[in-house]
């Protein structure tokens, strides 16, 4: 089948915004940070619910390049959530068989967490029951920019022509170039936006914006929206006769 017909199955890449946290949080009297911890304890649960369900292709959004706009304090506390969270899970990753990847870019990053990053890229390379893409400091109108630049260098030094650039040329230069286009799209918390996620991808994506706060996420309230996924009906512009 083609990578865009219509399909009345489940959704072969889900994409989630993994908002809420810091209301969780807030919710109990509790520093945002303690939100962040808890919705990071959600994440294996629903990676390892993904092979039962049929989903191939799992992809996180766990820090965006606005993000940076929060506080000090918030922000270095997600660093190294990120850090000991990749340390703690890397093992468990590589056993259940999940290739991790990372899409963003890693300049602002601390060394240390870039490093870990790409060991555990370096680690899981050769597994393929579920790909879990992880969105780290990564924001869609960044995206297309820098592949924007990229494509524009390619011309510059004659290695693409003007003439050839069509829409299945821009995704080559994109960070999720080896993945296909997200088929749902789930943002939790309460609020319908996409909060520059995935721009380009979800062109025609499925989108589920669900009440639940993020730590709150569990694999049945994902196994229900996958479920709910089979009975829309993408028609991708055409006209079902
Ligand atoms: C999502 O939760 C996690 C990140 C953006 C890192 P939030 O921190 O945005 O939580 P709310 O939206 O303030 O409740
Ligand atoms: C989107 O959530 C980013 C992540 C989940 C990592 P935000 O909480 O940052 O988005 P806004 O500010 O509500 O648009
Ligand atoms: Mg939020």
Known sequence: MAK????????????IIMDGNGRWAQARGRPRLFGHHAGAKRVREIVESCPALGVKYLTIFAFSTENWKRTQ???????????RYLMKEARALKEAGVRVRFIGTRDRLQPALAQLMSELETLTQDNDLVHLTVAINYGGRDEVARATKRLAQDVADGRLSVDAIDQETLPKYLDTHVLPDPDLVIRTSGEARISNFLLWQSAYSEYEFIETLWPDFTKQIF???VA??????RRFGAVKT
């Open 4 to 15: 865009d017909a219509p399909s009345h199955s489940g959704p072969h890449h889900v994409a």
């Open 73 to 83: 304090t918030e922000v270095s506390g997600l660093m190294s959530l990120f850090k």
């Open 223 to 225: 196994a229900n929206i």
């Open 228 to 233: 709910n996924f089979a009975t829309r009906d």
